[in-house]
């Protein structure tokens, strides 16, 4: 019962790229930890690749709708895929198994409840604080903020397996005048290179097993179509803010496990 409530997680998390752009991708850790028994760094890995693969085909579909900029997600990706590659291959392998006195599970686990809470609040928050301007060229400042926050994503990325969407779609808006659609299909293309590329990172350290990680992200894409049919009758925003309180919740049980 537990493992099918896990592949049923699967679809939700899908659902939830597909009608919000984002949010789905923060439970996958927890889902695959939790839910169907896999060890935090072995979780972290597998959710680079079913975060990718889901998000490719929703950035794949925004790209042919037009709501993707090709050209704005290699400026953010770029920076982002190489500390994600560099912080899997290289950073996660070597980090201590304990630190501070803290072993690694607990701290990665609790830097990724961390990281669901402030998720959570962006949810709750919703997308009324951001200010939506006319698309705009990158200057030399907002370049440079798009390259640094792409580096910092993409470590975030590498330590925890979550795409960072809550990042990434503020900054595209306020930073490149993105409008909000284009901003999500944009901050898709760039989760789906720089986890694909950072799970590959991985290939050397472990042996995945392909025919689950296969089909729990063939479920996850399933749910990105019926996110995306069920948006064209829900707005994904009227859900958002729930689904947001529930990361929440989550976020702050995972975090007290840990610290106690």
Known sequence: MIELLGYVSALLIGISLGLIGGGGSILTVPVLVYLLGFDVVSA???????????????GLLAWS????????????????ILAVFLTRYWLVPNLPETLLGIE????????????????????????????????????LKSA????????????????????????????LVMLTGLPMKTAIGTS???????????????????????IFLL????IAILGIFLG???GDHIPGEKLKPAFGWFVLIMGIGILIQQLY
Do not use: C
């Open 188 to 210: 898709l293309l760039i989760i789906a290179a720089k986890s694909l590329i950072g799970f590959t990172g991985d290939i050397s350290n472990f042996s995945p097993d392909w």
């Open 215 to 218: 089909s729990f992200t063939g």
């Open 65 to 80: 709708k037009k709501q993707a900029d090709l050209r704005i997600a290699l400026s953010f990706g770029a920076p982002s």
């Open 144 to 171: 440079g903020l798009v390259i640094i926050e792409g580096l910092g994503v993409g470590v975030l990325t590498g330590l925890v397996g979550a795409g960072g969407g809550f990042l990434i779609i503020p900054v």
């Open 104 to 139: 690694k599970a607990t701290w990665i686990l609790g830097l990724f409840a961390v990281i669901m809470i402030l998720a959570s609040i962006s949810m709750i928050h919703g997308k009324s604080e951001i200010k939506v301007g006319n698309k705009k060229s990158l200057n």
């Open 228 to 230: 995306i049919k069920l």
């Open 44 to 58: 972290t890995a597998y959710s680079l690749f079913i975060v990718g693969g889901s998000s490719l085909v929703g």
